[in-house]
């Protein structure tokens, strides 16, 4: 490094030199000082022509110092996490509503986290579950998280460094989330549909058969599992900054242009930023999560990712044709099987700049039924906009029995409060306006408390709560059970509920 800049250096200062010396006045006691001017100038003009050279060397070479620097992995991740987080500050700041959304960060690897769960002895033992649960639900004035966004690449295969493969961190971190009432959002990893990257095929594999070999034994395990309602997988991955280019717009002169030729020299990010930024939106516009998804609507953005950066081919003039900001490009069919195996894929649209999340579903796979509209409606509530919904509500009834349960002697008289308190977000008309549905998002609401013999002062409740739905005719209640304590909780969380039965399908 230090021959280097002496190599630099010394040309240019000697150039600097030369430069300041043409500059400078003739002596007084010269003989002819007119006439010697205009023959400095000529013979400066070579002279400011070699700084300019030697400038445009040292930028060069800057430039390639900027773009090892820039191209590292490591710096590549830890760039996109930061631009990442930025989209959600911005989203959050540019609403008309500032300060509704609160975002709160937690520097936390995945080998942090998964060697956490670990050496629990229950998941509700573990550092994390701590961080979500007891210190905003057991304590006066806590306020429960809405969604947690991990900024990992998720898989069914280990990973080096950590003992615990994937898929059984996040079993774990499923239950914890459950308990919180609080989805887990974060990226698949390529390795998961058995690419080594996203930009390896133009379209990726159908997953319902790669997820049958036994390679993901564990992965469908998982899927079963009915706490995975609160896993959700995005992907691919999405460009966080296009390449910087030499506009000759910098004050300083400095002219850079970033080597960006290949699909690693980009700054490729987690696409669940998009996905919490598309929260944001929804939460901020509406205080309800049932338009995150679809095209953009009069009443609503859907799940529409907009100002995407602008990714323009090598040797076209910047804007005219720009490339798609997202690593794969997805079809209408892809995203479907996708959908259907449980993922959460971006679909990006003509233009450059914009894509779409056309569903949401989580990674739980919903049981089948002989009935079409019993398979359908299993399929609907382990959607990750639903249990955003119903575990909106869960917050508020949890906090509410927090602050009141010792004011009542029996559980009769706190399950009127929780079913007033219900209604008054409650209207059953079908043809009801956006506003009004924002107003009153549920159309049914239910709730049933009952005493706990053997330990007094706790309380068994199961709530059943069916939203208005944005995109489907869902039929059937999200039941949420959970209990309603002063002491250590029993935790429990949300499953499908047929109406009519009021049991798991």
Not at 387 to 412: E, P, Q, W
């Amino acid at each position: 490094m230090r021959a280097f800049r002496k190599s630099v250096a010394e040309p240019v200062h000697t150039a600097l030199r030369e430069s300041r010396a043409l500059h400078q006045p003739p002596a007084a006691d010269s003989e002819a000082p007119l006439a010697l001017v205009p023959r400095r100038r000529a013979a400066g003009a070579p002279r400011q022509a070699r700084i300019a050279r030697l400038l445009t060397g040292l930028d060069r070479l800057l430039g390639r110092q900027l773009d090892a620097i820039l191209h590292q992995p490591r710096f590549q991740q830890l760039e996109a996490s930061w631009r990442g987080l930025r989209r959600l500050v911005d989203t959050e700041a540019t609403s008309e509503r500032r300060g509704t959304v609160k975002i709160k960060l937690l520097d936390c690897s995945w080998a942090e986290l998964a060697r956490d769960l670990s050496r629990a002895i229950e998941f509700d033992q573990s550092h994390i579950f701590r961080r979500l649960y007891s210190d905003e639900f057991d304590t006066p004035g806590g306020e429960p998280f809405g969604v947690l966004l991990g900024d990992y690449q998720l898989c069914h295969r280990p990973r080096p460094g950590v003992r615990s493969a994937d898929t059984t961190v996040m079993a774990e971190l499923a239950r914890v989330a459950t308990a919180a009432l609080c989805p887990f959002i974060a990226g698949a990893d390529a390795r998961l549909l058995g690419l080594d990257a996203w930009s390896e095929l133009p379209q990726p594999p159908a997953p319902d058969a790669l997820f049958q070999q036994d390679a993901y034994r564990p992965w469908r395990a998982l899927r079963r599992d009915e706490h995975s309602r609160f896993i959700g997988l995005v992907l691919p991955r999405i460009l966080m900054r296009a390449p910087w280019r030499d506009d000759g717009s910098r004050r300083d002169g400095f002219r850079y242009r970033e080597a960006s030729e290949t699909h690693n020299a980009h700054c490729w990010g987690n696409a669940a930023y998009a996905f919490g930024a598309v929260l944001i939106r929804a939460f901020v516009h509406s205080g309800w999560f049932a338009d995150i998804r679809g095209a953009e609507q009069p009443h609503g953005a859907g799940g529409v990712v907009a100002d995407l950066p602008r990714l323009p081919f090598e040797g076209d003039r910047r804007g005219i044709a720009p490339r798609l900001a997202t690593e794969l490009i997805l079809d209408d069919r892809s995203e479907r099987e996708l959908s259907e195996s449980g993922l959460i894929a971006l679909c990006a649209q003509p233009g450059g700049h914009r894509a779409v999340f056309q569903g949401n579903s989580s990674l739980h796979s919903p049981a089948t039924f002989g009935a079409g509209i019993a398979t359908s409606n299993a399929r609907l509530s382990a959607m990750i906009q639903y249990m955003l919904c119903v575990s909106r509500f869960g917050h508020y009834l949890k906090l509410i029995g927090r602050d009141k349960i010792g004011s009542f002697s029996n559980a009769t008289d706190c399950q009127r409060l929780l079913q007033n308190w219900l209604n008054r977000y409650t209207t059953a008309g079908d043809n009801a306006s956006a506003a009004l549905k924002a107003k009153y998002p549920l159309a049914a609401s239910r709730v049933e408390l009952r005493e706990q013999a053997a330990r007094p002062g706790h309380y068994h409740c199961v709530i059943h709560l069916q939203p208005h739905f944005q995109l489907d005719q869902l039929v059937s209640s999200i039941r949420l059970v959970t209990e309603l304590n002063v002491g250590h909780p029993q935790h429990g969380g949300p499953t499908a509920a047929s109406p009519a039965a009021g049991k798991q399908p």
